[in-house]
């Protein structure tokens, strides 16, 4: 990884200054560093390849302790944010996680005008095997079915766990590109300027339910866990389904846009 060389620590210390006042919500230390460090890296004052201060440093510039910090690192380099190399310190990802204009996890800021900044992390890739919800939309899809798993961290507050379901003959760039170079991509943009389909129509059913083990691991919740299970189906045209998606979202105070079912051309 490429790296580039940083300013001396004391210069960056002006960014963690409002980690010295009480938090108004409660929220713990090492996830209030975390919201720092993303927002540094976010506003470009980090960039892709860069190296962060060391833990040490970092414990020195604000004021939790190395365990607090250590965490804190540790939550972004699970999210993918973040690459820790042993005895070499933490990086900047050089995949640009944020995802631009995204149709669903579309969670209103405090003022409920603009959606939340959201990062995705594609984690797993499978051809499907089991059937499921997803042969109601590719009834005759039958090995060419395939899952992509996402971590989408929404303004880095909670994880959302979606589960991407497709026939990989009409969507080959999702199953043949690298896995890691899915992080932060719009599947839809990536649809209409590679396979040239234009999604015309999103139906969505919505419930809540109780999370399975898997879900509530991924999404780091104590079972039982209890959520908002939203599928999405895409189609092209009344009949011909060109995605299905799950989205297993944890309780949450923020306001969830629905996106009208009736695309017409919108981009």
């Known amino acids: 990884m490429a790296t580039r060389n940083n300013p001396p620590a004391p210069a960056r210390a002006d960014?963690?200054?409002?980690?010295?006042?009480?938090?108004?919500?409660?929220?713990?230390?090492?996830?209030?560093?975390?919201?720092?460090?993303?927002?540094?890296i976010t506003s470009g004052h980090w960039k892709p390849g860069d190296k962060l201060p060391s833990e040490e440093e970092l414990a020195e510039m604000t004021p939790f302790s190395l365990g607090t910090v250590q965490r804190a690192l540790r939550q972004l380099s699970e999210q993918g944010i973040v690459?820790?190399?042993?005895?070499?310190?933490?990086?900047?990802?050089?995949?640009?996680?944020?995802?631009?204009?995204?149709?669903?996890?579309?969670?209103?800021?405090?003022?409920?005008?603009?959606?939340l900044p959201i990062y995705s992390k594609a984690v797993?890739?499978?051809?499907?095997?089991?059937?499921?919800?997803?042969?109601?939309?590719?009834?005759?899809?039958?090995?060419?079915?395939?899952?992509?798993?996402?971590?989408?961290?929404v303004n880095n507050?909670?994880?959302?766990?979606?589960?991407?379901?497709?026939?990989?003959?009409?969507?080959?760039?999702?199953w043949e590109k690298p896995l890691p170079t899915l992080h932060g991509v719009n599947f839809k943009r990536l649809i209409m300027r590679e396979s040239n389909m234009l999604i015309t129509r999103i139906e969505h059913l919505v419930r809540a339910m109780q999370f399975?083990?898997?879900?509530?691991?991924?999404?780091?919740?104590?079972?039982p866990a209890t959520g908002m299970?939203?599928?999405?189906?895409?189609?092209?045209?009344?009949?011909?389904?060109?995605?299905?998606?799950?989205?297993?979202?944890?309780?949450?105070?923020?306001?969830?846009?629905?996106?009208?079912?009736?695309?017409?051309n919108r981009r």
Request: negative net charge; contains cysteine; aromatic residues 10%.
């Open 157 to 174: 507050e909670f994880n959302i766990l979606s589960r991407f379901f497709t026939d990989r003959r009409q969507l080959p760039a999702l």
């Open 212 to 223: 399975d083990e898997d879900v509530s691991a991924t999404l780091q919740l104590d079972p």
């Open 15 to 40: 960014l963690f200054e409002t980690l010295r006042r009480p938090s108004k919500n409660g929220q713990p230390k090492y996830a209030r560093l975390s919201d720092a460090l993303l927002e540094a």
């Open 83 to 115: 690459v820790r190399q042993h005895g070499l310190g933490s990086f900047v990802a050089e995949t640009d996680l944020k995802m631009e204009d995204p149709w669903h996890c579309r969670f209103l800021d405090d003022a409920g005008e603009r959606p």
């Open 124 to 153: 797993k890739r499978e051809a499907v095997t089991r059937p499921g919800a997803w042969c109601r939309y590719f009834p005759d899809a039958g090995d060419n079915a395939i899952r992509i798993d996402r971590v989408i961290s």
């Open 229 to 264: 299970f939203l599928q999405a189906g895409a189609y092209m045209g009344r009949e011909t389904c060109v995605y299905y998606q799950e989205f297993f979202i944890p309780p949450t105070q923020r306001t969830l846009v629905i996106p009208d079912g009736i695309l017409g």
